[in-house]
């Protein structure tokens, strides 16, 4: 443990500040629908006390998934009738379970995964009218820029020797130094954070892979469309199709469009 303190206070010192838009930087928050940039390929690495977290480059700077919180050390609450997202530090989230991150193959780094835009989701920092500028880019997804995260308490650094972002969270535990070394797709799948307000009905459910979780009256199709190129999943293999998408394909596979 002191070797692993002593470690972590040499890279304090030997590092230098990220710049990057921050909360306090927005004279207000743009309106939803607004061109922002494209995400590219990166293999810089986002960590929250040295747990790795799936991140994108946009415009030069790192942006994450507010859903993806939910797993390093927050709680994080959506309203689908107010389109909210509210981020809370929770401290009883001392150990967290992270998401299996890999860098993308080296032919992609630097080229478009995908366009991003500013989102109509409004995005909060604990229980204040704290707001964040919130994006979207993947269906099902909000993005904030990882230097919002300073907002709810977390400490960033950007050690450029590792080609790492790494965010620092008081009373969370801290993991061994590991960077990513394979290019496979994860195969995980983000809970879908919910506020108690929310009624069943108003919930979406995402099928990201097909699997048992998929319906049966599906999975043959949606795995002809993915075989045939013609559905393709985000950079982590996710498809985000929802329960409309799937009825939408498969009516159409049964009138043979798209054939064999």
Same mark, same amino acid.
């Given at each position: 443990?002191?070797?692993?303190?002593?470690?972590?206070?040499?890279?304090?010192?030997?590092?230098?500040?990220?710049?990057?838009?921050?909360?306090?930087?927005?004279?207000?928050?743009?309106?939803?629908?607004?061109?922002?940039?494209?995400?590219?390929?990166?293999?810089?690495?986002?960590?929250?006390?040295?747990?790795?977290?799936?991140?994108?480059?946009?415009?030069?700077?790192?942006?994450?998934?507010?859903?993806?919180?939910?797993?390093?050390?927050?709680?994080?609450?959506?309203?689908?009738?107010?389109?909210?997202?509210?981020?809370?530090?929770?401290?009883?989230?001392?150990?967290?379970?992270?998401?299996?991150?890999?860098?993308?193959?080296?032919?992609?780094?630097?080229?478009?995964?995908?366009?991003?835009?500013?989102?109509?989701?409004?995005?909060?920092?604990?229980?204040?009218?704290?707001?964040?500028?919130?994006?979207?880019?993947? #269906?099902?997804? =909000?993005?904030?820029?990882?230097?919002?995260? &300073?907002?709810?308490? $977390? *400490?960033?650094?950007? /050690? !450029?020797?590792?080609?790492?972002?790494?965010?620092?969270?008081?009373?969370?535990?801290?993991?061994?130094? #590991?960077?990513? =070394?394979?290019?496979?797709?994860?195969?995980? &799948?983000?809970?879908? $954070? *919910?506020?108690?307000? /929310? !009624?069943?009905?108003?919930?979406?459910?995402?099928?990201?892979?097909?699997?048992?979780?998929?319906?049966?009256?599906?999975?043959?199709?949606?795995?002809?469309?993915?075989?045939?190129?013609?559905?393709?999943?985000?950079?982590?293999?996710?498809?985000?199709?929802?329960?409309?998408?799937?009825?939408?394909?498969?009516?159409?596979?049964?009138?043979?469009?798209?054939?064999?």
């Amino acid at each position: 443990m002191k070797k692993l303190i002593g470690l972590c206070a040499a890279i304090l010192v030997s590092i230098s500040i990220f710049a990057m838009p921050t909360v306090s930087a927005y004279s207000s928050v743009q309106k939803a629908g607004v061109y922002v940039g494209e995400a590219q390929y990166t293999d810089i690495v986002t960590y929250v006390n040295h747990y790795a977290i799936p991140s994108w480059i946009v415009n030069g700077y790192p942006m994450v998934a507010v859903e993806d919180l939910d797993k390093y050390g927050f709680d994080v609450l959506w309203d689908a009738s107010a389109r909210t997202l509210r981020i809370f530090r929770n401290y009883d989230k001392k150990y967290p379970n992270p998401i299996p991150v890999y860098l993308p193959e080296t032919k992609l780094l630097g080229t478009k995964q995908c366009d991003v835009y500013t989102s109509d989701v409004k995005v909060y920092a604990n229980d204040y009218e704290y707001q964040m500028q919130g994006f979207s880019a993947i #269906q099902g997804y =909000t993005f904030i820029y990882v230097g919002d995260l &300073t907002s709810l308490g $977390a *400490t960033m650094y950007f /050690v !450029s020797n590792n080609k790492a972002v790494n965010i620092w969270i008081d009373g969370m535990n801290i993991a061994e130094y #590991q960077r990513p =070394t394979t290019t496979k797709a994860p195969t995980y &799948t983000i809970p879908q $954070a *919910t506020a108690s307000s /929310v !009624s069943s009905s108003e919930r979406v459910t995402y099928y990201d892979y097909i699997d048992y979780n998929m319906p049966d009256w599906a999975r043959e199709t949606i795995t002809k469309l993915v075989n045939k190129g013609y559905i393709v999943g985000d950079s982590y293999g996710r498809l985000r199709l929802t329960e409309e998408d799937l009825r939408y394909y498969v009516v159409n596979d049964r009138a043979g469009i798209y054939g064999e």
